[in-house]
Each structure stands twice: as C-alpha cells, then as structure tokens.
T-cell receptor, first 117, second 110 residues
Framework: EAGVAQSPRYKIIEKRQSVAFWCNPISGHATLYWYQQILGQGPKLLIQFQNNGVVDDSQLPKDRFSAERLKGVDSTLKIQPAKLEDSAVYLC???????????????FGPGTRLTVL | EDQVTQSPEALRLQEGESSSLNCSYTVSGLRGLFWYRQDPGKGPEFLFTLYSAGEEKEKERLKATLTKKESFLHITAPKPEDSATYLCAVRLYNFNKFYFGSGTKLNVKP
C-alpha cells in the first residue's frame, strides 16, 4: 500500500514570497491533516479535513495560511506572504476517519522542509 | 488549558539498559493517546494507540501503558536502532482536537 506522498521535499524562499505544498493521502482515507513542526518541537496541527470539509482549523494563521482539499483527495497548503518564523517542516497525515477506534490512526508523509530567508 | 508534557527531553542509555519515557496530560475528554517514533528527516511513524486507563500494548522491546493522568513507554533491553525521538499525542472528544507533546530524544549507545 502506497503511503502519504508530499512534494516538494525541500523549499527555500525569501520572506514575503508565496509557497505551496501538495499532499496525496493514502487511498481511501477520508481524513487529512496538515501539521507544522518547528525544529526541536512536536508537530502542531494546523488544519483537519474530513473528506473536503474542514473539521478544525483553530490553529491555522488564517491571515497568511490557507488550505484546500478538492474532491476529498489531494490537498494543498499555501503560505502568502511567508515570514521568517514560518521556517519549519510541514507534515501531511491521513487516517480512515477520526471517529472510530482503530480508524483514527494517522499515517504521516515525509514532510516538506521550508526555509524562509 | 489542554496540555501534553513529555519527560525527559533527552535520554541516553547503554545498549541493554531498560528505561521508561513519560507522557503526562491535562485535557478535557481524552478520546485516545498515541505514541509515535520519529527518525531525523522523516515523518512520525505510528507505534501504539491506547484508549482506556489500564490498557497496555506491546511491540518487540516497547510497551505502552495508560493511566488517567499519564502514559509510559517502557523500553526493555534497547538496541542502538531504537535511537529516535518518541512523540506522544492525544485526541480529544472536543472537535477531535489533536495535540502532540514535544518529544523525548532517545540515544542508545552500543
């Protein structure tokens, strides 16, 4: 079974530029998550989708971050404009669903390392 | 305020020296507690899920336990390949919110 795919793996941009990350979840997984992981910290959930609807985006900085999940499959996360403090690894994860024991296990992609100069 | 705290931040063990990692939580309405392993440059890898106090799960040299306030990840006779950062996370009933701790970085010396 193919895992969660993310691209690009690395991205370097100047502050105030825009950047987008792409995620393809495991086939059949209804729930998709985006996390931000700053060096030395645990991942922080930015947004959670159930199919193509948003379940929780309470920690997403909505003035500069946006995310969408078209057709309930692939997702993109965008930052516009980027700040120095956005330098981090952006992780995508998916699960069958969040509600039921056994289906709520999240499987993570390799992440995108973003450096903002 | 919902909080997940892991200790110690870092742990150095000799090969074969057993120890435990702690994850304490102060949350309203715990739905489940998860343990993950993360190697440098990679995404977290799922290890265990615990749903009820008193529950235990085992996998090779790892055993996870859960009480109403904390979870332990016991490592028996560790090997150098067990070196990684171990993360715990909690899922809440409240909008299925999900929070990670900051992790314990384990280094096992041969």
């Amino acid at each position: 079974e193919a895992g969660v795919a993310q691209s690009p793996r690395y991205k370097i941009i100047e502050k105030r530029q825009s950047v987008a990350f792409w995620c393809n979840p495991i086939s059949g997984h209804a729930t998709l998550y985006w996390y931000q992981q700053i060096l030395g910290q645990g991942p922080k959930l930015l947004i959670q989708f159930q199919n193509n609807g948003v379940v929780d985006d309470s920690q997403l900085p909505k003035d500069r971050f946006s995310a969408e999940r078209l057709k309930g499959v692939d997702s993109t996360l965008k930052i516009q404009p980027a700040k120095l403090e956005d330098s981090a690894v952006y992780l995508c994860a998916s699960s069958l669903g969040p509600e039921t024991r056994g289906t709520d296990t999240q499987y993570f992609g390799p992440g995108t390392r973003l450096t903002v100069l | 305020e919902d909080q997940v705290t892991q200790s110690p931040e870092a742990l150095r063990l000799q090969e074969g020296e057993s120890s435990s990692l702690n994850c304490s939580y102060t949350v309203s309405g715990l739905r489940g507690l998860f343990w993950y392993r993360q190697d440098p440059g990679k995404g977290p890898e799922f290890l265990f899920t615990l749903y009820s106090a008193g529950e235990e799960k085992e996998k090779e040299r790892l055993k996870a336990t859960l009480t109403k306030k904390e979870s332990f990840l016991h490592i028996t006779a560790p090997k150098p390949e067990d070196s990684a950062t171990y993360l715990c996370a909690v899922r809440l009933y409240n909008f299925n919110k999900f929070y990670f701790g900051s992790g314990t970085k384990l280094n096992v010396k041969p």
